[in-house]
Each structure stands twice: as structure tokens, then as C-alpha cells.
């Protein structure tokens, strides 16, 4: 396959529902032969869904995304047989497969789960110090966040964003702390795409790292804990920015 981008345009019903395709935005990479075809499917269109290339209520086919990889039924029926288990498609009985709309509820409680988690880690790292090695680690990260920014790159950002928070987490040493970190995580990055297409909210998810960063380093658990909790709590403006100008991508 040749990296090219489906061409189905999503028509939409009275309701706000998407009642074709959804796969406008979508960019096809080559399956690999050294991984099974099911995974990569999965994985592609789990990414185009958390990154709202497909966005929320879009009707997605198995016959158009069997056409479009160039793959048989059956590994895009293993694909789709997993996107209902992770949460982002919902399957209708004489309808087809919908990508889930987003929950504000669902939103709000993934973010207070988050910020618990989030918070007893800087607790943890404040009271027993980074190590050496993660300590490097999240300096290279921030280098990285910074080199994203000055370039544009607005993707990697996202990446290391999430690569921050997870790394935080991980220096813990409690490796389940970044795995449920992880999950909950999931509920929220469709809405966070909406705040990373701005470049100074970028610019400000930076210097709120950086801080945090330095205040995790030095010990002060009371400027880590505020900053953290100002940090996280801002989805919920972005949430209230989305659902008022999108409320076709809610429930």
C-alpha cells in the first residue's frame, strides 16, 4: 500500500449522526509481514479514533476498511471485535459499528481518577527523590517537548506529553501505577486533541512540566501537588469549550 488517504466523505443525518464512512482522515501505512494484520488494523484505527481523524459517531464498515488496507475480512474482523472491548466503537444490531461519542461524565471521572493517581505519585517521588536515571529521562523529555514546539511538530508533542506523565509514574517503581495511569488516560485524549491544536496551549503545557519537573526534583511536595492539580484541571475547560461547539460529539 502506498501511504495514501481514504476519500469517503461522512454525509451526516438531522441527528448529527455520521451515516457513511468516517475514514476521511486516515492515513493508510503498509501492513507489515512480521506482525499479524488484525494488530496493526486495530492499532491504526484506534490511533485515528483517540486523535479524532474518525471522529465520535462515524459509521466504519468492515467491507471499507477491509478495501482500504487491502486486507482480508478476517483480520479486520479480529480489529473490530477488539475496538468495542477498548471502548471506541459501539456495534448496532442491523446498523453497523459507530465510533463512541464522547461522555462528559465518563470525562470528569476519568479525570478525577487520573488526578488521584497523578497526585499520591508526586507524593511518593517528593518524598523518597528521583532517581538519576529518571531524573534524565524527563529532562531528555522536556529537551524533546521543547525541540516539538520551536518546529511544530504538533503529534510528537502529544506523544510526549503522554510520555511525561508516564514517566513520572513509572519512577515510582510501582509499575501498575503507570499501567492504570495508562487506562484512564484513554477516556480523555480524544478531548485533549481540541487544546493541542493551539500552539500556546503547547506552549503552556510546557513551562507546566518544566515546573513541575522542578519542583519534584527539589522536594517541595506542596508547589508539586498545586501545579499538578492546575495542570490537570484544565480538560475541563477544553471540555466545556468542545461540548459547546460540538455537541454533535456527545451523548
Known amino acids: 500500500m502506498d501511504g495514501r488517504r481514504m476519500a469517503k466523505s461522512i454525509t451526516r ?8 464512512g468516517g475514514l476521511d482522515n486516515l492515513t493508510i501505512k503498509p501492513l507489515l509481514f512480521d506482525r499479524g494484520a488484525g494488530g496493526q488494523i486495530f492499532d491504526a484505527l ?15 464498515s468492515e467491507a471499507d476498511v477491509a478495501a482500504r488496507f487491502g486486507a482480508s475480512r478476517t483480520p479486520v474482523r479480529e480489529a473490530f471485535m477488539q475496538l468495542p472491548e477498548a471502548g471506541l466503537v459501539d456495534t448496532r444490531p442491523s446498523r453497523g459499528n459507530f465510533v463512541t461519542k464522547l461522555s462528559e461524565r465518563k470525562i470528569r471521572e476519568a479525570r478525577f481518577v487520573r488526578e488521584a493517581i497523578e497526585l499520591a505519585g508526586i507524593r511518593h517521588l517528593c ?68 487544546s493541542l ?8 503545557l510546557y513551562q507546566e512540566h518544566l515546573a513541575i519537573f522542578n519542583a519534584v526534583t527539589s522536594g517541595d511536595e506542596t508547589l508539586a501537588i498545586r ?18 461547539e460540538h455537541s454533535e460529539y456527545f451523548e
Not at 197 to 204: A, G, L, S, T, Y
Open 46 to 60: 484506534r490511533l485515528a479514533i483517540m486523535r479524532m481523524d474518525i471522529p465520535p459517531g462515524s459509521l466504519i
Open 197 to 204: 491544536k493551539h500552539q500556546p496551549r503547547k506552549e503552556v
Open 227 to 244: 501545579l499538578m492539580r492546575s495542570h490537570l484541571s484544565s480538560i475541563l475547560e477544553t471540555l466545556s469549550g468542545v461540548a459547546a
Open 127 to 194: 518524598a523518597h527523590s528521583l532517581s538519576a536515571a529518571n531524573a534524565g529521562a524527563l529532562q531528555d523529555n522536556l529537551g524533546q517537548q521543547e525541540s516539538c514546539l520551536v518546529a511544530g511538530r504538533e503529534i510528537e508533542f502529544q506523544d510526549l506529553d503522554d510520555g511525561f506523565h508516564f514517566t513520572l509514574a513509572a519512577s515510582t517503581g510501582y509499575p501498575r501505577i503507570a499501567e492504570l495511569l495508562k487506562r484512564e488516560k484513554m477516556g480523555l485524549d480524544r478531548l485533549r486533541v481540541f
Open 13 to 20: 443525518t438531522r441527528s448529527g449522526e455520521a451515516s457513511t
